[in-house]
């Protein structure tokens, strides 16, 4: 009995030494000082657990030295499910889908663990939105064959994977295998509806929730915008007992999204009275609103807002700010702030190249895209948007001749349908119509509505009757009742003196529907947002 009872003690000691030498690993990793971790961990070998080599792997994934943690793995004598999610959840927080999927298979392969529910939670969510998304359902068949049961950690990641493969079915019949849900499942429920554009099911949903956080108040509104019901979106906004910042600011970005600027900013003026303090992503949708209406009196009552409210003025704020002055009119006043941004990245840079753009300033827009490239910010599709426009508005063909090949060639960009209709309008404006002619019928795709009407405005400009002609039918098989093509035609007819033929336009337009566009006009009044 005396032995037993010296064995146990000797054991609780060891026991406890264990723990306090984990608590000291742990301490160490969570100051950052891995190597002190490492080295203790070194010098007690007979008091390390499974509990030491996990935590030290978990301290390497956390600050990035996946050798180490890879090596550690590697060595351990012995390793429990925990060890596997170590590495599984340590790959997917790197987004390494490709490592969570070759540890996955080894551990059911060669491994003598059994996955558990957090196991197959860190392996579903690590393939979301990735070309490894196909093995979602084969997931889902593994954790039926082992008899997993569907927490609400799994079950949701298998909804948002249903989600991404479009597959409604699938979303519906992991909801429904959920036995115990909580608020999660049915947000993920009422997002994935949203995405398949079933507004009646994501609102039913929602009003058989059991329950509802702010997040699904958002997933409600946010869908609702994202399916073009602004004022469901609204509906529901309103009736919120309490709004966050997030709330106000995502029905702001909605009315700003299409192009109801005016709904956008009174709402904003009714978030100020509400006493919520906007946020760095409210003043920059607000700014949007403000351009979008071009209305630098706005523009300005809310750049005062941002200085008074005390937010530093970060590349978000002073990039919106840029834009918002550019498309207002004043230039001089976006550039200057332009200079003020410390660390420009490529929005920064774009926005600036994009004002003087659309204010006929090409050489200008050329220079800064020169120091954009000497800062060493690679363009992108955007950036030659706003470089062939300027070249457009600025009559400089070869220099957009030779920005819209060096796309392709220099920069391995693909020319979209907006690079060809700014390069039609180009050769258009310039009189050169059969390189817009020659572009058009080169192009890799079918020319849009913009495409043609830049080529047919081309035409009328230069009274080219058989080009407006051919342009006039792309134009109508795309939109049978342009309204562009009666002025158009009728003024190539009238300059080329050939009035017996607008009879004929007549008919031929009776023919297509088409209608006479009626002019208008709008100023801007003075309003406030304070």
């Given at each position: 009995?005396?032995?037993?009872?010296?064995?146990?003690?000797?054991r609780q000691?060891?026991?406890?030494s264990?723990?306090?030498?984990?608590?000291?690993?742990?301490?160490?990793i969570?100051?950052?000082?891995?190597e002190?971790?490492?080295k203790?961990f070194?010098?007690?070998?007979?008091?390390?657990?499974?509990?030491?080599?996990?935590?030290?792997?978990?301290?390497y994934?956390?600050?990035?030295?996946?050798r180490?943690?890879?090596?550690?793995?590697?060595?351990?004598?012995?390793?429990?499910?925990?060890?596997?999610?170590?590495?599984?959840?340590?790959?997917?927080?790197a987004?390494?889908?490709?490592?969570?999927?070759?540890?996955?298979l080894?551990?059911?392969?060669?491994?003598?663990?059994?996955p558990?529910?957090?196991?197959?939670?860190?392996?579903?969510?690590?393939?979301?939105?990735?070309?490894?998304k196909?093995?979602?359902?084969?997931?889902?068949?593994l954790?039926?064959?082992l008899?997993?049961s569907?927490?609400v950690?799994?079950?949701?990641a298998l909804m948002?994977?249903?989600?991404?493969?479009?597959?409604?079915?699938g979303?519906?019949?992991?909801?429904?295998?959920?036995?115990?849900?909580?608020v999660?499942?049915?947000n993920?429920l009422?997002?994935?509806?949203?995405?398949?554009?079933?507004t009646s099911?994501?609102?039913?949903a929602?009003?058989?929730?059991?329950?509802?956080?702010?997040?699904?108040?958002?997933?409600?509104?946010?869908?609702?915008?994202?399916?073009?019901?602004?004022?469901?979106?609204?509906?529901?906004?309103?009736?919120?007992?309490?709004k966050?910042v997030?709330?106000?600011?995502?029905m702001?970005r909605?009315?700003?999204?299409?192009?109801?600027?005016?709904?956008a900013?009174k709402?904003?003026?009714l978030?100020?009275?509400s006493?919520?303090?906007p946020n760095?992503?409210?003043?920059?949708?607000?700014?949007?609103?403000?351009a979008?209406?071009s209305?630098?009196?706005?523009?300005?009552?809310v750049?005062?807002c941002?200085l008074?409210?005390?937010?530093?003025?970060?590349?978000?704020?002073?990039?919106s700010?840029?834009?918002?002055?550019a498309?207002?009119?004043?230039?001089?006043?976006?550039?200057?702030?332009?200079?003020?941004?410390?660390?420009?990245?490529?929005?920064?840079?774009?926005?600036?190249?994009?004002?003087y753009?659309?204010?006929?300033?090409?050489?200008?827009?050329?220079?800064e895209?020169?120091?954009?490239l000497?800062?060493?910010?690679?363009?992108?599709e955007?950036?030659?948007?706003?470089?062939?426009?300027?070249?457009?508005?600025g009559?400089?063909?070869k220099?957009?001749?030779?920005?819209?090949?060096?796309?392709?060639?220099d920069?391995g960009?693909?020319?979209e349908?907006?690079?060809?209709?700014?390069?039609?309008?180009l050769?258009?404006?310039?009189?050169?119509?059969?390189?817009a002619e020659?572009?058009?019928?080169?192009?890799?795709f079918?020319p849009?509505v913009?495409?043609?009407?830049a080529?047919?405005?081309?035409?009328?400009?230069?009274?080219c009757l058989?080009?407006?002609?051919f342009?006039?039918?792309?134009l109508?098989?795309?939109?049978?009742?342009?309204?562009?093509v009666?002025?158009v035609?009728?003024?190539i007819?009238?300059?080329k003196?050939v009035?017996?033929?607008?009879?004929?336009?007549?008919?031929?337009?009776?023919k297509w529907?088409?209608t006479?566009?009626?002019a208008?006009?709008?100023?801007?009044?003075?309003s406030?947002?304070n």
């Open positions: 009995m005396p032995a037993l009872r010296t064995f146990a003690l000797c000691i060891s026991t406890l264990t723990v306090n030498l984990n608590k000291t690993i742990n301490s160490f969570g100051n950052g000082n891995l002190e971790a490492r203790l070194d010098q007690s070998p007979n008091l390390t657990n499974i509990v030491s080599w996990n935590s030290l792997i978990a301290g994934f956390r600050y990035n030295n996946f180490q943690a890879e090596y550690l793995f590697d060595q351990m004598p012995h390793r429990d499910v925990v060890s596997w999610n170590t590495m599984l959840s340590g790959y997917r927080n987004n390494n889908p490709d490592k969570v999927y070759k540890c996955f080894h551990m059911n392969r060669y491994g003598d663990m059994r558990n529910e957090l196991t197959f939670s860190v392996a579903i969510s690590s393939f979301l939105h990735l070309d490894f196909h093995l979602i359902p084969q997931l889902h068949g954790v039926l064959c008899g997993i569907l927490n950690f799994v079950g949701s948002r994977g249903y989600i991404d493969l479009d597959d409604y079915r979303l519906a019949r992991v909801f429904d295998e959920i036995l115990d849900k909580d999660t499942p049915w993920v009422i997002l994935g509806y949203m995405k398949f554009g079933c099911e994501a609102q039913r929602f009003d058989m929730m059991p329950r509802r956080n702010f997040f699904t108040w958002s997933t409600l509104i946010n869908g609702y915008i994202e399916n073009r019901k602004l004022n469901e979106a609204r509906s529901f906004f309103d009736k919120m007992s309490e966050d997030v709330s106000w600011t995502a702001i909605g009315y700003v999204q299409y192009g109801d600027f005016m709904k900013l709402l904003f003026k978030m100020l009275n006493g919520t303090r760095h992503f409210t003043f920059s949708t607000v700014l949007d609103a403000c979008g209406h209305s630098v009196l706005l523009g300005n009552q750049h005062a941002i008074k409210s005390g937010f530093p003025l970060d590349v978000v704020l002073l990039t700010l840029v834009d918002m002055y498309k207002c009119g004043d230039i001089e006043v976006a550039f200057c702030i332009f200079e003020l941004i410390p660390a420009r990245n490529l929005v920064a840079w774009n926005s600036i190249i994009g004002g753009a659309r204010h006929g300033l090409a050489e200008r827009a050329i220079q895209f020169e120091e954009m000497k800062s060493g910010i690679r363009p992108d955007i950036t030659f948007i706003n470089l062939v426009y300027a070249c457009d508005h009559g400089l063909v220099e957009g001749e030779r920005i819209f090949n060096s796309m392709v060639t920069y960009l693909k020319a349908m907006e690079h060809y209709a700014c390069m039609v309008d050769y258009g404006r310039a009189g050169q119509l059969e390189k020659k572009l058009i019928k080169g192009m890799p079918k849009d913009v495409v043609w009407g080529f047919l405005g081309a035409c009328g400009l230069h009274s058989e080009l407006g002609e342009a006039a039918n792309g109508y098989t795309l939109e049978h009742d342009h309204p562009a009666y002025a035609l009728s003024k007819y009238g300059d003196g009035c017996s033929d607008i009879t004929g336009l007549d008919k031929l337009l009776k529907r088409t006479k566009q009626k208008g006009s709008w100023i801007e009044s003075p406030s947002i």
